[in-house]
């Protein structure tokens, strides 16, 4: 909802519950918590109970309604976004990411160590085997 259309309503029970709606919004792109996707939702019915109460014309109350929904509607295709991409390391698309980028450690440390096993080998195989003296000097 645009401030600009909140301050026109002069209504400051609307206009306390719209900055809780914001202050929803803030705390779950900070926190990443579903939990204010549900005081959202309490806020949100409240903010609707308030604009069917306030002395509006028709226009005003449907126009007010068509906003909050709008902002409702925005935050919880926000909130949907933020699970899939995943509200913390572990979960969602990140954890995915977390998970295939333990697999692709794992396989570079087998490979690490089958490699390091060849080079030693080798090494060992290269000391035995010793060129005769006379070839190397002349």
Same mark, same amino acid.
């Given at each position: 909802?645009?401030?600009?259309?909140?301050?026109?309503?002069?209504?400051?029970?609307?206009? %306390?519950?719209? @900055?809780?709606?914001? +202050?929803?919004?803030?705390?779950?792109?900070? +926190?990443?918590?579903?939990?204010? @996707?549900?005081?959202?939702?309490?806020?949100?019915?409240?903010?609707?109970? %308030?604009?069917?109460?306030?002395?509006?014309?028709?226009?005003?109350?449907?126009?007010?309604?068509?906003?909050?929904?709008?902002?409702?509607?925005?935050?919880?295709?926000?909130?949907?976004?933020?699970?899939?991409?995943?509200?913390?390391?572990?979960?969602?698309? +990140?954890?995915?990411?977390?998970?295939?980028?333990?697999?692709?450690?794992?396989?570079?440390?087998?490979?690490? %160590?089958?490699?390091?096993?060849?080079?030693?080998?080798? %090494?060992? +195989?290269?000391?035995? =085997?010793? =060129?005769?003296?006379? @070839?190397? =000097?002349?």
């Amino acid at each position: 909802m645009r401030l600009k259309n909140v301050q026109t309503i002069n209504s400051n029970e609307l206009y %306390v519950r719209i @900055l809780q709606l914001r +202050r929803n919004e803030k705390d779950f792109i900070i +926190r990443s918590n579903e939990k204010y @996707l549900t005081k959202f939702n309490g806020n949100f019915d409240k903010a609707v109970a %308030v604009v069917r109460q306030v002395d509006f014309s028709q226009s005003q109350r449907q126009t007010t309604l068509d906003l909050l929904n709008d902002y409702k509607r925005q935050f919880v295709a926000l909130v949907a976004a933020r699970k899939t991409l995943g509200l913390t390391a572990d979960t969602g698309l +990140r954890g995915v990411m977390l998970q295939q980028g333990n697999q692709t450690q794992a396989t570079l440390d087998e490979i690490n %160590v089958t490699l390091q096993a060849h080079v030693a080998a080798e %090494v060992s +195989r290269c000391r035995c =085997w010793r =060129w005769p003296s006379s @070839l190397l =000097w002349h």
